[in-house]
């Protein structure tokens, strides 16, 4: 079946400093949806990122993310960290309306 | 922002007795899962809809998990004998068609 990994399980870093998280997947289809979700405590998932299509940034809320299939990839980045932006990170995958797999979520500690 | 609703926000049940929770669609979206976040915040696939055929369901829903989406009213989970390992945070998403899910608010149980 369809696997999502997610390398770091925390991830803390200061105010202003650059963030990046890993995710890689497994999959047998050739066109996946990946995204990228943010869960703050207390709260449900909210979309950050979504794409399908290789090779092309996405981009929001100052977050962005790349599809790689030859590397089978989608990492999440952010040149400068907020204290805002302290919160669970998941990665996942999700084919033609099946229910999604999610990666075990990075949590994200900004520090001022 | 997702415009999933989902009643009741907290449930408190002791051990054998039935849970059942409620879910609302986004408007115009025609698919509806749910999912279990256990206390390590691990997610679970357990069901989804399609208007009102089941696509997909993992075994352990076939079993004490029960699950429809009629016309004309909001989906339902319920756990017919609820257990300690139950207790968790069970999270509705709706979707139109291969798009994006978008959860809703959750329902947190509690098994006692």
């Known amino acids: 079946g369809d696997s999502v990994t997610q390398t770091e399980g925390l991830v803390t870093l200061t105010e202003g400093l650059p963030v990046m998280l890993n995710c890689t997947y497994q999959t047998i289809y050739s066109n996946p949806f990946l995204f990228w979700y943010v869960q703050h405590l207390n709260e449900s998932p909210r979309l950050l990122l979504k794409?399908?299509?290789?090779?092309k940034r996405t981009e929001h809320q100052g977050f962005h993310a790349t599809l790689h299939k030859s590397s089978s990839s989608f990492h999440l980045q952010k040149s400068s960290a907020q204290l805002s932006d302290s919160a669970l990170y998941y990665c996942?995958?999700?084919?033609?309306?099946?229910?999604?797999?999610f990666g075990l979520g990075t949590r994200v500690s900004v520090f001022p | 922002n997702s415009k999933v609703i989902q009643t009741p926000r907290y449930l408190v049940k002791g051990q054998g007795q039935k849970a059942k929770m409620r879910c609302i669609p986004e408007?115009?979206?025609?698919?509806v899962f749910w999912y279990q976040q256990n206390k390590n915040n691990e997610f679970k696939f357990l069901i989804n809809?399609?208007?009102?055929?089941?696509?997909?369901q993992i075994d352990m829903t076939e079993k004490r998990f029960s699950a429809e989406c009629p016309s004309n009213s909001p989906c339902s989970l319920e756990i017919q004998s609820s257990e300690a390992g139950d207790s968790a945070l069970y999270l509705c998403?709706?979707?139109?068609?291969?798009?994006?899910?978008?959860f809703g608010p959750g329902t947190r149980l509690l098994v006692l």
């Open positions: 996942a995958l999700n084919n033609y309306a099946q229910g999604l797999t």
């Open positions: 809809f399609q208007n009102q055929e089941v696509l997909q």
């Open positions: 408007k115009g979206h025609p698919v």
């Open positions: 998403a709706s979707s139109y068609r291969v798009d994006t899910q978008y």
């Open positions: 794409s399908f299509t290789d090779n």
